[in-house]
């Protein structure tokens, strides 16, 4: 089903989410030719340092590693268009959501894209759900000219499962059987954010959950998504 559309955009919190939520979607999608554009609203590294800190050189140079890892880890699976907006990280809730969707609505009107996969409104990080909610608004039925047909919510590892009430309920699965290698690989240029098994965001925890979710829907390995709004006739 997804992999099928020609524009996608993901909106992503942080760098590394896009490879968590979805990496080897992406990587499926790339290698048949299709448009991908991924943005990350937060930098993804200032919410380990006091607020007060932000403007050090020792947080500017955390975030410009993660951004450069990001680099590295989409030119694995085949990204060429992405934009790096670097609100502060774990803090996007203090964003008036109207700015954020309009960021989201901006792109939108750029790209063009028929799909936005984003984080799931089921998770435990603050960060995530506005990423959500500025999703949910910039596709809202409003009139304006925002032609999205689909809107999707991916699961992050170390976060979504986490919600251990309203928990992710996912309706669509892709097999990533072919490309679960690429999603390894992508994640591992994020040594910063790798941990060893049995933290979920490890290797061992990627390829249990896309074991669990192939399980699920009778192949080797799968994502899964949720679909939250449809628009197409």
């Not at 947080?59 to 450069?68: S, T």
């Not at 809202?140 to 925002?146: A, E, Q, T």
């Not at 499962?161 to 290698?181: H, M, S």
């Not at 060893?196 to 899964?224: C, T, V, W």
């Amino acid at each position: 089903m997804i992999e099928n559309f020609e524009k996608v955009l993901v909106v992503a919190a942080h760098p590394d989410d896009e490879v968590l939520g979805c990496g080897g979607l992406i990587k499926k999608l790339t290698k048949s030719n299709k448009q991908v554009k991924v943005i990350f609203l937060a930098e993804g590294s200032s919410c380990r340092f006091p607020e007060k800190d932000i403007q050090k050189d020792e947080v500017k140079k955390e975030i410009q590693h993660r951004e450069n890892c990001a680099k590295k880890a989409l030119k694995i699976i085949n990204v060429n268009s992405s934009s790096f907006y670097n609100l502060k990280c774990g803090r996007l809730n203090t964003y008036p959501i109207i700015d954020l969707g309009k960021i989201v609505e901006d792109e939108i009107h750029k790209f063009k894209p028929s799909v936005i996969i984003t984080h799931s409104n089921f998770d435990v990080h603050h960060d995530h759900l506005s990423t959500f909610q500025a999703c949910l608004q910039a596709t809202r039925p409003s009139g304006k000219d925002i032609k999205v047909d689909y809107l999707f919510s991916f699961e992050i590892l170390s976060s979504t499962e986490w919600r251990y009430n309203n928990c992710f309920e996912p309706n669509v699965f892709v097999n990533i059987e072919e490309e679960i290698k690429y999603k390894i690989m992508a994640i591992k240029e994020y040594d910063s954010e790798l941990r060893k098994f049995p933290h979920p965001r490890s290797e061992d925890g990627i390829n249990s959950l896309a074991k669990y979710r192939g399980m699920q829907s009778g192949f080797k390995f799968a994502e899964s998504f949720k679909l939250v709004r449809c628009f197409k006739k």
